[in-house]
């Protein structure tokens, strides 16, 4: 499975960004996707992840402002993060693979990773 994740940039706090990791994988509904992040200097974080729409799990410094999504039809998942702050700068990185409920936030429970894409918010 090959993700393309796009979608970051330069914002300044307080505004928003949409994030988005794609795949032509036909059989994309049956995997649990997240997102991680990873600041510099510092390991990758759980930030999101969604299995099947319907068990969705956020990091506790993102509830409330970050949301994840997914468009089956598209191949698609989605991360819209709203209220950005400084400390969100971050490279992220789209997942996907098929853990258990349990295992959701830890990077070993992923088989497939995106390339990662750069998120700057400025103060």
């Known amino acids: 499975v090959q993700l393309q994740a796009s979608g970051g940039g330069l914002v300044q706090a307080g505004n928003s960004l949409r994030l988005s990791c794609s795949t032509s994988?036909?059989?994309?509904?049956?995997?649990?996707v997240a997102w991680f992040r990873q600041a510099p200097g510092k390991e990758r974080e759980f930030v999101a992840s969604?299995?099947?729409?319907?068990?969705?799990y956020y990091a506790d410094s993102v509830k409330g402002r970050f949301t994840i999504s997914r468009d089956n039809r598209k191949n698609t998942v989605y991360l819209q993060m709203n209220n950005l702050k400084p400390e969100d700068t971050a490279v992220y990185y789209c997942?996907?693979?098929?853990?258990?409920?349990?295992?959701?936030?830890?990077?070993?429970?992923?088989?497939?990773w995106g390339q990662g894409t750069l998120v700057t918010v400025s103060s």
């Open positions: 969604d299995k099947w729409s319907d068990n969705k």
């Open positions: 997942a996907a693979g098929r853990p258990i409920s349990s295992s959701q936030r830890y990077t070993s429970a992923y088989n497939y």
């Open positions: 994988e036909n059989t994309f509904s049956r995997y649990t």
